[in-house]
């Protein structure tokens, strides 16, 4: 089946200090993946994506990516982590969806991150 | 730019009543999403437009869910008639072309609360 985890319901580190947030992914063929973030009463913004070369990816607000074939994952990364980096962070993959015949975005559950000052 | 607005950003409403929603994407963005997001989840896709047509609607409800898009820019998301189950932040979203590759810009939503 394909899917996407984000095995961690919440990630706390102290402001400074560097942050991973895990996602893990399952498709068919090639993924194209990508990190959102949602504030609080705010729609998802987005922050970087995976398609296809280099496996280190960057993005907005300092964030980066690294795509790991063998491992199916795409761990979102900030060397020195801020107070107001504290949000929900959504992993997304690309799937053929089998019902429509056509891609979709299926997102994780969400990571909230809380970086404490 | 401005970004994707909708209306309202809260509803509440009883069992029973229709309830609809608008959207207003980015300017020259020609694909259209609408997700729901319950909570503690991510969103998942309900309908996506590109332009004025429907192309993927798999996962729209369609005993009671029903969207348009009239003129390939705003659209409407309406549901008739709510269940207590439909609680939960409607999401318009939209992405210049069509590729699934593009980034998805998404609005604020819209918290549905049906008593």
């Known amino acids: 089946a394909q899917s996407v985890a984000q095995p961690e319901d919440q990630v706390k580190v102290a402001e400074g200090n560097p942050l991973t947030v895990k996602c893990t992914y399952s498709v068919s063929g090639n993924p194209y993946l990508f990190w959102y973030v949602q504030y609080p009463n705010r729609g998802l913004q987005f922050l970087l994506k995976y398609i296809t070369g280099d496996n280190l990816v960057k993005g907005s607000y300092g964030f980066e990516a690294e795509f790991n074939k063998s491992q199916t994952s795409f761990h979102l990364k900030k060397p020195s982590a801020l107070v107001s980096d504290s949000a929900l962070y959504f992993c997304?993959?690309?799937?053929?969806?089998?019902?429509?015949?056509?891609?979709?975005?299926?997102f994780g559950k969400g990571t909230k991150l809380s970086v404490i000052p | 730019e401005a970004g994707v607005v909708q209306s309202p950003r809260y509803k509440i409403i009883e069992k029973k009543q229709p309830v609809a929603f608008w959207c207003n994407p980015i300017s020259g963005h020609n694909t259209l999403y609408w997700y729901l997001q319950n909570l503690g989840q991510g969103p998942e896709l309900l309908i996506r437009?590109?332009?004025?047509?429907?192309?993927?609607d798999s996962q729209l409800p369609k005993d009671r869910f029903s969207a348009e898009r009239l003129k390939g820019v705003d659209s409407t998301l309406k549901i008739q008639p709510a269940e207590l189950g439909d609680s939960a932040v409607y999401l318009c979203?939209?992405?210049?072309?069509?590729?699934?590759?593009?980034?998805?810009?998404f609005g604020p939503g819209t918290r549905l609360t049906v008593l």
């Open positions: 997304a993959v690309r799937v053929l969806y089998s019902g429509a015949g056509s891609y979709q975005l299926t």
């Open positions: 979203a939209s992405s210049r072309g069509t590729h699934s590759y593009n980034e998805q810009f």
């Open positions: 437009y590109e332009n004025e047509e429907a192309v993927d």
